[in-house]
RNA sequence: GGUCCCGUAGUGCAGUCUGGAGUGCACGCCGCCCUGUCAAGGCGGAGGUCGCGGGUUCAAAUCCCGUCGGGACCGCCA
């Protein structure tokens, strides 16, 4: 190495030793006869003092140095308490300028700290520049100390890290593929895989029982804050397995994480909810615990109501808004506002009065029978100066709506408790979901195993049918979901028959998976984590791109390389891409 | 595919509702001064296709239409 010493570990143990250090000029202060540099590296930062007013005055931001020098305790008064390093000071011998930087797009070191201080595009076209500065470098860092874990968990647990390809053929996740041209093979394409699902229970089939992969995984759909078209699952699967062995895993591997990362004992075993339960209580499958304020089911109570909007509706569900009795007739509209842009036409609500009652002068109170008016705040858990808010219609849609207000309402009235880790097993998701066209669709995926009550007879009610499916979440957040697998060619086709594919599409598409689950394969199962998310959760952010290295913008483009690119004709014509097939 | 927000100096913003000279702030940048600062300080200076195109108007950063880019959300997506 050309430096001795790297800048952030020197200390006042180290006064009186000649080192040589690298890196850039993080900050100068030029007092003419005498400069003083912050000297940056991936370790730190240390103050070096510059007696040569030649010297100083040519130095920039950003400059790569090598500064050649003796460690001193700072004169008495002069320690900066703020920093690790800042009992001492290199008083440089001789600096050299390994290179120099062109002025800089946006300021590295400044007045302006932290991820939204700079316009994303911007961080991410000078991404290289991004990462010099503390907080997104501490964001990878996060990342890569969590892998680190996740590797050394895994490999204690036995697992095996096995590769599998990214030019395969469709996974059966029910996102947009990624397609490649294939040379070779004018007309034909490769997938990206939306995971490594079919060859992870290919690699149970074949013997090995515990694998685990950090693989990418690609899926063509659009953005979010939490979602990008290509991302990074921990995948998982093992054999001879049951829920509670990925519980037991799951959550040794999270505690963890949670432990030396963020110093946070999580409580084993996770709390469990079911999938009904959770749409009952919270109208969420990944449900934020951090507080409460769980929807009410007024079904029926308003069984039998002439009020038109609850008439005859399979579902009537409730939300409290704590406080929102006094809320203004703008704040109301506001919360309409809200629900329309979710797609609902409205919200019913009625306000309780200081006196406990509803204020029977409101647009659905005085809709409401006597009756119906009494029991009403009892009923949805309202007091004295509350607004209950209403969603009526099918149950799923009208939960989810209720579901979201509750979280809309949690934040706006600060009732979450922002430090708090609430983590959570979801269990007994349906097995399948109705589609557009009248017909049935894996929720999970086909391979995943109906729980042994529904074993026999999933087949004659897919709607009621329940998988063994469990999704991890904390805070609102799934952080990762599977499921135990399929593992009998009757049970499968079964399957197959109720989301009605067709023994030759089933062949046509997983074929081979189908040809290697004749060769007696294991009980299996698995799960995969969304990393990119977890690391988000872990350096404390909501943006998944914090904790990417070089993240896309949210059209699919990369701001730093410009890709994607046009394709000249002769790779055109080179990729078969216009062959007929 | 839909809804909303943003685009003004290198960076972050104000100005837009209510049209009147590219009007302004902070940081950065350039020059000079300065030997104990650490967001150093002082003095001076440069820097603008107000995203782009069209329209209305005597006059457009400002109003209208379109478009591009970015972001959030819905749809979609484990």
Redesign the pocket.
């Known amino acids: 190495m050309i430096r001795t010493r790297d800048a952030g570990t020197l200390r006042a143990a180290d006064a009186g030793f000649a080192v040589t250090l690298a890196g850039w000029v993080a ?1 100068r ?6 400069t ?1 540099l ?1 000297l940056r590296d991936a370790s730190g930062v240390a ?1 070096v ?1 510059l ?1 040569d007013p030649e010297a100083g ?1 040519a130095l ?2 950003e400059f790569c140095v090598l500064v050649h020098g003796t460690v001193a305790i ?2 008495a008064g ?3 308490p ?2 690790p390093t ?1 009992n001492v ?1 290199v008083v440089a011998t001789d600096l050299e300028v390994l290179s120099t930087s062109a ?5 590295i070191e ?3 700290y932290g991820p939204g ?6 961080r991410w076209r000078h991404r290289y520049l991004d990462l010099r500065r503390a907080w997104p470098a501490t964001a990878l860092r996060t990342r890569a100390r969590m892998t680190s874990i996740i590797r050394r968990v895994m490999e204690a647990n036995d697992f095996l890290d096995v590769e599998t390809p990214y030019l395969t053929r469709s996974t059966p ?3 947009r593929d990624f397609l490649v041209p294939v040379r070779l093979q004018p007309g034909h394409w490769y997938a990206l895989p ?2 490594p699902q079919l060859f992870k229970q290919l690699l149970m089939v074949a013997g090995l029982e515990r694998y685990y992969q950090i693989a990418r995984c690609f ?1 063509d ?7 990008t078209p290509e991302f990074t699952q921990l995948d998982i699967e093992l054999s001879f397995l049951d829920e509670e062995d990925v519980y037991a895993l799951t959550e040794s591997l999270l505690t963890t994480l949670w432990r030396d990362l963020l110093d946070v004992d999580l409580p084993v075993p996770f709390a469990r909810m079911t999938y009904a339960d959770a749409m009952r209580r919270f109208g969420s ?1 990944r449900p934020d615990l951090r507080f409460g304020l769980e929807l009410t089911d007024l079904s029926g109570h308003f069984a039998g109501t002439r009020f038109r909007v609850f008439a005859e509706q399979p579902y009537v569900g409730a939300v409290v808004l704590p406080g929102g009795g006094s809320l203004t007739r703008k704040e109301l509209d506001s919360w309409q506002d809200w629900a329309r ?3 609902a036409r409205g919200l019913a609500y009625v306000l309780i009065g200081e006196d406990g009652a509803v204020r029977e002068s409101g647009p659905v109170a005085k809709h409401l029978s006597a009756e119906e008016l009494v029991g009403l705040p009892a009923a949805a858990g309202a007091g004295a100066g509350d607004a209950v808010f209403f969603a009526a219609g099918t149950e799923r849609p009208a939960q989810e709506l209720l579901g ?1 207000l509750r979280l809309a309402i949690g934040r706006d009235r600060g009732l979450i408790e922002e430090s708090a880790w609430r983590f959570l097993w979801v269990t007994h ?1 349906p097995m399948f979901e109705p589609t557009d066209g009248g017909g049935w669709t894996a ?2 995926h086909p391979f995943t195993a109906p729980t042994p009550e529904w074993a026999d007879r999933f087949a004659e009610e897919p709607g009621a049918g329940l998988a063994r ?1 469990y ?1 991890v979440v904390v805070n609102g957040i ?1 952080l990762g ?1 599977g499921s135990i697998r399929i593992h009998r060619a009757g049970m499968q086709q079964q399957v197959f028959d109720v989301i009605g594919l067709t023994r030759e599409e089933a062949e046509s598409k997983f074929g081979f998976l189908l040809e290697a689950f004749r060769y007696g394969p294991p009980p299996h199962g698995g799960i ?1 984590f ?1 990393l990119d998310r977890m690391a988000a959760v872990l350096a404390g952010t909501d ?1 998944i791109r914090e904790v990417m290295a070089f993240p896309k ?3 699919g ?1 990369d701001p730093l390389t410009g890709a994607p690119t046009p394709i000249t004709p002769e790779q055109r014509r080179e990729a078969g891409i216009d062959v007929a097939p």
């Open positions: 900050r202060r030029d007092h003419g006869g005498v003083f912050d103050q003092v007696r005055r920039r931001a700072r004169p002069n320690a900066n703020d920093l800042g000071e002025e800089l797009p946006f300021p400044g007045s302006l201080s700079v316009e994303e595009t911007t996740e029910g996102a939306q995971s899926r759909e659009d953005f979010r804050a939490d979602r499958d842009g979710r797609g979201a998701f929720v999970h499916a999704d799934e979901g995969a969304g943006a913008a949210a059209s483009g």
